[in-house]
Nanobody, 128 residues
């Protein structure tokens, strides 16, 4: 079992920044890839960013590339999403998720179906 808790969401003006955190407890988090997804009202969930177990691989959706940075601190069992130059279209509930089925996996996935544990989400609202 892995429990994930997101934090750091809030209301920010366009052009501003937020840093989301995903804190894990339970199984050894450091062995698993972690991803961020988001879901805006009336839209399907979409992939945002992912990082493999040792931070050797990161991958971003085109819509956030160059503005968002995913990182992790395995000593703290936490993954971060630094979001800069925020736009109103970034408004969504942001979820972190982890894939515990493939420890020490050398790649990452953008498919939500791969990730078997999810947090409850944190709301990010960007005003224009």
């Amino acid at each position: 079992q892995v429990q994930l808790v997101e934090s750091g969401g809030g209301l920010v003006q366009a052009g501003g920044s937020l840093r989301l955190s995903c804190a894990a407890s339970g199984r050894t988090f450091s062995r698993f890839a972690v991803a961020w997804f988001r879901q805006a009202p009336g839209k399907e969930r979409e992939f945002v960013a992912t990082i493999n177990w040792n931070s050797g691989i990161t991958y971003y959706a085109d819509s956030v590339k160059g503005r968002f940075t995913i990182s992790r601190d395995n000593a703290k069992n936490t993954v971060y999403l630094q979001m800069n130059s925020l736009k109103p279209e970034d408004t969504a509930v942001y979820y972190c998720a982890t894939d515990t089925t493939r420890p020490y996996y050398s790649s990452v996935s953008t498919s939500g179906a791969v990730y078997d544990y999810w947090g409850q989400g944190t709301q990010v609202t960007v005003s224009s």
